[in-house]
Structures are given as structure tokens and as C-alpha cells.
């Protein structure tokens, strides 16, 4: 019997955690929400803040806009194989609306590049207690933080507590985060 290849087990585990279901995610996002602000007010020298408008199945950090105003928040935009972050001073009217039920940046927003970026609140399809993450599948994320020059943001993964397991399948060109933070509270890799 063949051993299943690397993407075929990522493949595997991102259809079992589409299968899963958060049982309140609207509270157990304002929970994790909740942890994250708590982090950042301990942390007063993170001043610029990337973040990323949910997709279906992901904490949703919107609040946190709002809580830290005096912060710089930046968000994602997604060009072909690339990915930018924009500073966004009001999401009602500078997110909007893109492919794959997505809001992203206006485009004629300044580009912030990543060794101007503090710390990193990163979404994924699951992690584990190593610090380790598994995305989408695109490979966004980790081409934009390897093409980052020093210093690398914080990284700090963001999911529900049930997508993050005691192992999962990950590569050397994988990101590893420093933290994970769920609805239980944060999560320091072993």
C-alpha cells in the first residue's frame, strides 16, 4: 500500500475540518477576540496589526478595529500568486467585496511591507500545539512571510479550539506561528 504524500494528507485534513462544525462560533469568536485584545494591550510596541476579514469557518476579528483605534490595522489583498498588505483606517468603506466571498483591500491603499508590520494575526484551516499551520492550500501566507526581510512579524495563528491537533502535516517551508490563540485562551507551541 502506498504512503499517502504530504499533499494528499493536508488534502485529507482540510476536508475532516470543513466537516467539522464550531458549535456557537459567534461567541467563541467574540472569545477569541477577547484573548487576542487582551495580548495586544500587553503588548503597547505592536502598533502595526495585520489582520484578515473572515472567510466561512473562520474567527471573525472585526472588533478589534474598533477596541484599539489608536493602532494601525492592515488587511490582505490577494493578486494572482501574490499577497499585499494595506492599511485600512475604515472597513465599511475601504474592504471590498472580492472573489471567494472575500473583502479585501481597495486597491489604491498604500502598501505596507511586512518588516513594517509588528505582529501578524494569521488565519488557517487548522494548527497544532508545535505552532504549526495549515492554510488554505494557496501558499499565500508563507510566500509573503519567507519573501519578508528582518525583522518577521509576531506571528500568532487565530482558530476555534476544535481545528487546532496534536500534530498535522506540515513542510520545512511551512511558518511557524509563536502563538496560537483560541476561544480556551492562547497557546504557546511546545
Known amino acids: 500500500m502506498p504512503i499517502p504524500s504530504s499533499d494528499e494528507n493536508k488534502a485529507a485534513l482540510r476536508r475532516h475540518c470543513r466537516s467539522l462544525v464550531v458549535v456557537d462560533p459567534v461567541d467563541s469568536s467574540r472569545s ?41 490595522f492592515v488587511y490582505p489583498r490577494i493578486e494572482g500568486p501574490d499577497m499585499t498588505f494595506h492599511r485600512v483606517i475604515d472597513p465599511a468603506t475601504q474592504l471590498i467585496p472580492t472573489r471567494w466571498n472575500l473583502r479585501e483591500p481597495c486597491a489604491e491603499l498604500p502598501v505596507v511591507r511586512g518588516e513594517e508590520i509588528n505582529v501578524m494575526l494569521c488565519p488557517g484551516t487548522a494548527f497544532d500545539v508545535a505552532g504549526h499551520r495549515l492554510g488554505k492550500g494557496k501558499g499565500f501566507y508563507d510566500r509573503y512571510l519567507a519573501a519578508t526581510l528582518p525583522p518577521r512579524p509576531r506571528l500568532i495563528g487565530v482558530s476555534f479550539a476544535s481545528l487546532v491537533f496534536p500534530g498535522i502535516p506540515h513542510e520545512s517551508h511551512d511558518m511557524m506561528m509563536d502563538l496560537i490563540v483560541t476561544e480556551l485562551g492562547p497557546v504557546t507551541p511546545e
Open 32 to 72: 477569541i477576540t477577547s484573548h487576542v485584545f487582551e495580548l495586544l494591550r500587553a503588548h503597547p510596541e505592536w502598533q502595526r496589526i495585520a489582520t484578515f476579514f473572515p472567510l466561512h469557518g473562520e474567527p471573525d476579528l472585526t472588533p478589534l478595529r474598533q477596541l484599539l483605534p489608536e493602532r494601525d
